[in-house]
């Protein structure tokens, strides 16, 4: 199985460009999520699917929209990339509410670097 | 509001000595627990979690953390450290607030572990 997939792994972009940040999981997850990792700052949540067909916002969700596309893939998309989006993306997966084991853990991809100039 | 605090942005080890990386939290109600650990250029890796029963959880790679509720603490340790063992670890707690279970995780701010041979 090949998990939490995200294309691209880097990127570079001007202020103002847009573009789409991809995610796919092949576990049958029913929770997936958007989060962004800045030096010193942890993770900090974007937006969050708890099921498919259902986004909502996270922590920090300004300048981003998501699409949950159907229940293996979870897009995030900048509109307008501002220099303060310059981060390392993360999408991660969930096992499904009902499963009794394990069913606290994320599984994370290996990330997107994304620098906006 | 829920937090997680790790107060050291590095921990250096020589190899062979025991370690521990520090962890506190800030929870209304029960606390639900986590460490993650990242490799460079990769995601986050689940390597234990604390939810209910004994203090002392044992996670992967020789890793244990221990729960004290009087010290709002989830200290991360490890026996004997290795080399290899360098990388970036995230203490995190479930958002709980809220009737539904999202699997949301709050995450701290990282501590970077440093093992010399």
């Known amino acids: 199985n090949a998990g939490v997939t995200q294309t691209p792994k880097f990127q570079v972009l001007k202020t103002g460009q847009s573009m789409t940040l991809q995610c796919a999981q092949d576990?049958?997850?029913?929770?997936m999520y958007w989060y962004r990792q800045d030096p010193g700052m942890g993770l900090r949540l974007i937006y969050y699917s708890a099921s498919e067909g259902t986004t909502d916002k996270g922590e920090v969700p300004n300048g981003y929209n998501v699409s949950r596309l159907n229940k293996r893939e979870f897009s995030l998309r900048l509109e307008s990339a501002a220099p303060s989006q310059t981060s390392v993306y993360f999408c991660?997966?969930?096992?499904?509410?009902?499963?009794?084991?394990?069913?606290?853990?994320?599984?994370f991809g290996s990330g997107t670097q994304l620098s906006v100039l | 509001a829920q937090s997680v605090a790790q107060p050291e942005d590095q921990v250096n080890v020589a190899e062979g000595n025991p370690l521990t990386v520090k962890c506190t939290y800030s929870?209304?109600?029960?606390?639900?627990l986590f460490w993650y650990v990242q490799y460079p250029n990769r995601g986050l890796q689940f390597l234990l979690k604390?939810?209910?029963?004994?203090?002392l959880v044992k996670g992967s790679y020789g890793f244990e953390a221990e729960f004290n509720k009087s010290q709002t603490s989830f200290h991360l340790k490890k026996p004997s450290a290795l080399v290899s063992d360098s990388a970036l670890y995230f203490c995190?707690?479930?958002?709980?607030?809220?009737?539904?279970?999202?699997?949301?995780?709050?995450f701290g701010q990282g501590t970077t572990l440093q093992v010399k041979p």
């Open positions: 995190a707690v479930r958002d709980a607030l809220g009737s539904s279970n999202t699997g949301k995780l709050i």
């Open positions: 929870v209304s109600g029960n606390p639900y």
């Open positions: 991660a997966s969930r096992l499904p509410r009902e499963a009794t084991a394990g069913n606290e853990k994320l599984f």
């Open positions: 604390y939810i209910t029963g004994d203090n």
């Open positions: 576990m049958n997850h029913n929770s």
